[in-house]
């Protein structure tokens, strides 16, 4: 009697089991964490696209949700958390402040894999994504030299950490090569996203004679108040080209579809890792859209350009790097080494501003 | 034919116990209406709603944890509210309680500092809120200034002081320049109540808070007075009641109530000070302290019942993708419907045959 109860534990333990892999077999649940609503035609907006992007490659292979507007304060731990209770094994947290929260639930569900957007926090099961955007600036720096008549970029930055920096480094250093004498002034506006404080930092930078608009937040206002003006500006994570069909050089398009898709086949297979991933150009994580409103000779010498990083002919942080007095910034290869631009938190020369808080 | 709302000769109690249970049903309705063209089914969405999350301890624990911080700022409030002074603020003092609580967290990083660190930051904390509730206490009873203006323009204020101090002086050294303070050490977080979830200490004081509060308005002078001065300015003065002192102390104890759940909250889920420690707890409180109708043990039902669509509007994403933006519109509805609904307390719908009656002694209405 014990023997036959035993058996059918046994059977039944093995039905539950059978049951549940197959179903897993077919369908991988992915989960994704949004910052913003996914209508905000920026940095949400441009993940959104990503996981649209997956689901259309990999079909009925997966089954996705995201949450929206998930606030990097309190509340974000209990959404990555009912995401890894209701089934989700890979889940995607989009925002650098979900770094902690996402920490501590991938402690707690060590067999659910985590990825983290532009953090450098890891764990066994928790990996990180992001993007190599200083190649896009070094890019639009090169445009921004030849096309500025007053010498003098506008650059809108959000928060003085590593990205934006380099991103402000890159865009100097590629604007030198095209106009040795460019300046380049930067408006600090404390936010990612806040159409109204773009607007004005961008009417201060055109007051001051910047004909050139770039910026490293997320709304396509800067881009309306230099199409008002009269003047240059880039997009920013999606083509902004609508927003200023006469105004937009190009714009650095955040493209994480490949990634995502990358990512869950991975999982699907059974091989996923966690790791740091930082794709560039080459990878198409990041991707210029299309050079307008610009000469001929501009339009080929940016695709140059594009090219020659994409061939790894051409690194924008080629040694030596000078720092903002002129000294040479210490150097081991013969470009800075990657966790020298993840953590950057220095200007180059000819940058005119001081990094806040410093 | 024309619909009039008419003034009743007394308050109806049984209005008065029903309006909030109208108010709910109507709102249920309207919402399957939405659900059903959205193209979801209205039961299976309602299940979701208000069933699911009370059928599991991790989403119970997740209710009270949103709770927490809505009752405790909402009761604060409904002090001011009954004795008719208008704190709009509760979002700033929220925040500077929260500030001058992690003074000491930060100042304490990484030192062997002792298990008094928590206490005098929950001190602090609500001494913080308090005092930066008691200017536009002060700006009222000194220069008549308007409180709803000023408590609510230093809500800004306060935000700002906040985001300064943690992109500045107390900004996290190996942070990578990120606006956040270095993570607080155990002596400086609030502990969790069980060994999983994210339940703390905080919540049995929310509870402490609304048994205080109950007594203290049912069986106190001062809540008497608080009550007399609300109603009834007049026979307030007459009794001798100072309704500037009032002021003061309704500012005080609100500011100091929002301040100690600011500190709670920061030091309690969230664990750092940074930018967006609150998603709009001090104005959601004002919501929560009115669903209560401005009474101790109705704010509590009103602040679990808030923070249950929240949670709510969670699993609908997850498992029916239901928009966000469903679970704001239903928060509103819900809001809209109270409101409408408690004017049937003092005011009865009645059809009236020609104008000339209706103008007799009543309000027109669109109702």
Known sequence: MKKLMMTAAAAALAIVATGFSASAAEKLKVGFIYLGPVGDLGWTYMHELGRQAMVKELGDKVETTYLENVSEGPDSERSIEQLARTGHQLIFTTSFGYMDPTLKVAKKYPKIKFEHATGFKNAPNMGTYSGRFYEGRYIQGVIAGKMSKTGTLGYIASFPIPEVISGINATILGAQTTNPNIKLKVIWVNTWFDPGKEADAAKALADQGADVIMQHTDSPAAMQVAAQRGIYAFGQDSDMIKFGPKTQLTSIVNNWGPYYTRAAKAALAGTWKAEDTWDGLKEKMVVMAPYTNMPDDVKALAQKTEAAIIGGTLHPFKCPVLGQDGKAVECKGANLEPGQILGMNFYVKGVDDKIPGK | ?367
């Open chain 2, 1 to 367: 034919m024309q619909l009039v709302l008419e003034k009743r000769a007394e308050r109806s109690t049984k209005i008065a116990i029903l309006s909030p249970l109208l108010a709910i049903a109507l709102t249920l309705v309207t919402m399957s209406i939405l659900f059903a063209i959205l193209g979801k089914n209205p039961v299976a969405a309602l299940i979701v709603y208000f069933v699911e999350p009370l059928t599991d301890s991790f989403t119970l624990m997740e209710i009270a944890v949103k709770a927490t911080p809505l009752v405790m700022i909402a009761i604060g409030l409904s002090l001011c509210y009954l004795a008719n002074v208008w704190n709009i603020g509760a979002e700033g003092q929220f925040i500077m309680g929260a500030v001058c609580g992690s003074f000491l967290a930060v100042v304490t990083n990484g030192t062997d500092a002792g298990p008094w660190v928590l206490p005098a930051m929950l001190l602090m904390g609500a001494a913080g809120g308090a005092l930066w509730a008691l200017i536009p206490a002060l700006c009222k009873v000194k220069f008549g200034a308007n409180e709803i203006l000023t408590s609510l323009m230093l809500v800004y204020v306060a935000d700002l002081i906040m985001d300064y101090l943690v992109r500045g002086p107390w900004r996290d050294p190996k942070g990578m320049n990120f606006p956040t303070t270095a993570s607080f050490d155990p002596v400086a977080t609030v502990p969790t109540l069980f060994e999983t979830g994210r339940i703390h200490w905080g919540a049995l004081v929310a509870l402490i808070v609304v048994a205080l509060a109950t007594v203290m308005l049912g069986r106190t002078i001062k809540g008497f007075e608080i009550r007399v001065v609300g109603a009834a300015p007049r026979a307030a003065r007459f009794a001798g009641f100072n309704s500037k002192r009032l002021v003061l102390f309704t500012f005080a104890v609100s500011g100091a109530l929002a301040g100690l759940a600011g500190i709670i909250e920061v030091a309690g889920p969230v664990g750092v000070l940074q930018p967006g420690i609150s998603p709009g707890y001090g104005f959601t409180a004002i919501i929560v302290a009115f669903l209560g109708r401005l009474n101790p043990v109705g704010i509590l039902i009103a602040g679990l019942f808030l923070a249950l669509t929240f949670i709510g509007g969670e699993g609908a994403q997850i498992s029916m993708k239901i928009p966000l933006d469903l679970t704001k519109v239903f928060q509103g509805i819900l809001l809209f419907y109270v409101l409408a609904c408690d004017s049937l307390i003092l005011y009865r719908i009645r059809l009236i045959a020609s104008q000339k009656k209706a103008a007799q002694g009543s309000i027109h209405g669109t109702a």
